[in-house]
């Protein structure tokens, strides 16, 4: 389950590559308020056939300005009322039935987080991006990453108009390395999916 559209594009893309072979479905929504709003619901209807199909559930929401520690304790909280259990809160030999995760701040930071798949999108993007003080750290990009990948791609002769959040992410994710992102929660990600699958074999 997914804050937005664009995101949706681009975990269409990067989930086959993590964890090979296994079946998913996607589920976006237009906004991350959108998403808290519904949740509560589409969980609960998700528990009553979960014991039969053996499926689990990941949520997706990116950070933004908030705090990260309150953003999480929201999402446990709406976890736990729909009478299922988050994968982080379980331990020794069960599973959880859902995973969270945040995106720090936003989707961008994991394109950030891969130069080299940007680049192959966008050739004239410079090589030493990565290299560049302000992102060298792509979960610490200040004033948002949308922003700052919209104002690199501008800068060198893309989306001129505005960043089209879906078509970067169309364009990008496909390059991407998963094994090599340099974004903490992208790596975070990543290795949630393989533990929610292996506890499951």
Not at 32 to 61: D, H, Q, W, Y
Not at 164 to 188: C, G
Request: aromatic content about 6%.
């Amino acid at each position: 389950m997914l804050e937005e559209p664009s995101a949706e594009v681009a975990v269409r893309v990067l989930v086959p590559k993590i964890i090979p072979g296994v079946d998913f479905t996607t589920v976006a929504f237009t906004s991350k308020n959108e998403l808290l709003r519904k949740l509560p619901g589409r969980l609960r209807g998700c528990a009553v056939g979960m014991p039969f199909t053996g499926s689990k559930i990941v949520v997706l929401v990116d950070r933004d300005a908030e705090d990260c520690v309150r953003l999480k304790k929201t999402l446990d909280d709406i976890v736990v009322a729909s009478g299922l259990r988050t994968a982080s809160a379980v331990r020794c030999r069960e599973s959880g039935d859902v995973l969270l995760r945040i995106v720090v701040e936003e989707l961008e930071a994991w394109f950030f987080g891969d130069v080299p798949a940007i680049r192959k999108a966008y050739p004239r993007v410079p090589a030493n991006l990565g290299d560049q003080v302000k992102y060298r750290d792509p979960d610490a990009i200040s004033g948002g990453t949308w922003e700052a990948l919209e104002t690199v791609l501008q800068r060198h002769g893309y989306h001129r108009e505005r960043l089209r959040k879906l078509t970067a992410a169309a364009e990008i994710a496909p390059h991407m390395d998963v094994e090599n992102n340099r974004s903490q929660s992208f790596q975070v990600f990543r290795d949630g999916l393989r533990r929610l699958v292996s506890e499951e074999k």
